[in-house]
C-alpha cells in the first residue's frame, strides 16, 4: 500500500513564500506521476501542479509563474515552492500519486494560509 506524507504547510503573509514536499512509501515501483492538489473551504478540490516520471510539468494557470514543483532525485519525492503567495492560496494541499495509470493514491493533507 502506498503511502504519500505532505509537509511544510503552515501560516504565512501575503507576498511570502513556502515550501511543500510529499514524499512516497511502499512500493518498489515509481510511481507515472505525482502532483499537488488543493480544497478551499467550499471549493472543490483543484489541481495545483503536477510532474511526469519523464518529467512533464503542468500547472494551473492561477499559480503558473508563481509555484514550481519538482522532483528529489531518489524519484518518490515532490516538492512545490511556493512564492508570491496570495490569500486566495489559503486551501488544504493534497499530494497525489498515480501509479500503473490506473490507481491514486492520496495524502492526508496540509494547511496553507495566506494572511492577507
Known amino acids: 500500500q502506498v503511502q504519500l506524507v505532505e509537509s511544510g504547510g503552515g501560516l504565512v503573509q501575503a507576498g511570502g513564500s513556502l515550501r511543500l514536499s510529499c514524499a512516497a512509501s511502499?512500493?518498489?515501483?515509481?510511481?507515472?506521476?505525482m502532483g499537488w492538489y488543493r480544497q478551499a473551504p467550499g471549493k472543490q478540490r483543484e489541481l495545483v501542479a503536477s510532474?511526469?516520471?519523464?518529467?512533464?510539468?503542468n500547472y494551473s494557470d492561477s499559480v503558473k509563474g508563481r509555484f514550481t514543483i519538482s522532483r528529489g532525485n531518489a524519484k518518490n519525492t515532490i516538492y512545490l515552492q511556493m512564492n508570491s503567495l496570495k490569500p486566495e492560496d489559503t486551501a488544504v494541499y493534497y499530494c497525489?500519486?498515480?501509479?500503473?495509470?490506473?490507481?491514486?493514491?492520496w495524502g492526508k493533507g496540509t494547511l496553507v494560509t495566506v494572511s492577507s
Open positions: 511502499g512500493s518498489i515501483f515509481s510511481s507515472n506521476a
Open positions: 510532474i511526469t516520471s519523464g518529467g512533464g510539468i
Open positions: 497525489n500519486a498515480i501509479y500503473s495509470y490506473v490507481t491514486t493514491y
